[in-house]
């Protein structure tokens, strides 16, 4: 899933100092599972600008609404009344979810509440980390099922480099070396013939941004 | 025709090569007055790429600056700093400045420099920049399109670190950077001979020289940091202790006695050896007598 953090609430108090009535437009997928954009991030969001309001003796209004994804027009299309009344919307969605938004009320302005950091996978409550950069040229089937591009800070395909130290990476002792973990899992797997092959060059060519795809099924209604 | 390194190695000669970091700045000249003492007793200089990721002079320009002296580079490039289209360019621009040996590197992230800000490219590795060397030679680059003008001498070297940890991985990607056209190694600093033999007995069925890389061990205190931060470092604790028990004037000669004898043991098992003064370049000729290499 994609997984994003909420900015400060400095930040996000700046883009929307202006407006006077904004709405809080959550969404309910990834964000809601990580925490940061679901439909109860959006009702704490608005309650510390309610909050704030009050304690400024304002008359600030900040509505709050859900949707099932801010990625998709079909739900979008949902609060096209409600908008209206509002001056400005802050989307809890990723940075997809925000541009769709903005897109789709494009006289009305957007702010981003989140940051969208990476896709990722759950670790333990609470906790996420990356697994794909989304480079749009899969190797996981030479690589043991983990991804150096995303894995390793260098994103290297052809093995560790010199800074790899106790089977940690040199960016942060932290953080596993990609290398050490391929290297364990293609040696436990008996396949460890596949990290001895030079790699094709990375294709960086298919990730050239921005990227439409469509598929083959509805490709036939095409003219 | 063939730099010095080159026909020093494939003669089977021992060669001893040491470092020449660009300045951060203009002032190249004392960057050069500083290694120029150094030129009767080293073949020839590595030149830095942004070295651990400080933004300073290009290792082209300081390597240019080696050749009007009359000292032989040898080109350091790095992946971090560039893609594939600028790195080819630089390496046939190297060619066209005179430049012939070529040490191909991964280089260090840009977070541990100066400029943690900045984009880290690493479009290639250091296994593909030897390929990409090797295309160029052969007249082509890495799209296949044809050169005008082949850089066919060119001496094309790599990097490896001993006592990496697991080290089968490196061995690993030793054997592709051989693969890949690697003609000649320097290693990471190394402190045991028992690591070195470790590596050895892997590297030397490559049948491609191997120089031995030795770190000058300052103090007690620098040996524990490398061991902390320095990734394939690994200062054993009686060196250590050896050094701790040593007063301030007399660490120079205790750090060269150390060396020496790392030298001296290792040198029927390798090709040259590559030193990492840290700044004491001024010890390199009595180390080098000492490790009985005069």
Known sequence: MIVAERKPLDKIAGMIEPFEKVLI??????VAVCLSGGEKEVAELAEEFRLKTRMNGGKRVF???TLTRQCDMEYLDQIADVVEDYDAILSMACGAGVQFIAQRYDHKPVFPALDTRFIGVSMEAGTWSQRCIACS???LDRTGGICPKTMCAKGLVNGPCGGTNHGKCEVNPETDCAWTLIYRRLEKLGRLELMREIQPLKRNHPATRPITIRHDSYKRFDG | MATRLQEKLEAKEFVITGEAGPPK?????KALEEVEPLKDYLIAYNVTDNQASVMRVTSL??????IEKGLEPIFQITCRDRNRLAIQSEILSAYVMGIRNVLCLTGDHVVLGDHPEAMPVFDLDSVSVLQAVQALKNGKDLAGEDLDGAPTDIFQGAVVAPGADPLEPQLIKFDK???AGARFFQTQGVFSVGEWERFYKHAERAKVPVMLGIILLKS??????????VAGVNVPKSLIKRMAGVKKKDRPKVSIEIAAELIRKIRPMCQGVHIMALGWDKYIPDLLKEAELL
């Open chain 1, 137 to 139: 040229d899969c190797i």
């Open chain 1, 63 to 65: 509505g709050e609404y």
């Open chain 2, 61 to 66: 320009v300081m390597s240019y600056k080696l």
């Open chain 1, 25 to 30: 437009v959550g969404c309910g997928t990834c």
């Open chain 2, 177 to 179: 950077k051989v693969e």
């Open chain 2, 220 to 229: 007690a205190a620098m040996g524990r940091f490398m061991n902390e931060n």
């Open chain 2, 25 to 29: 700045g203009v002032n190249v000249k």
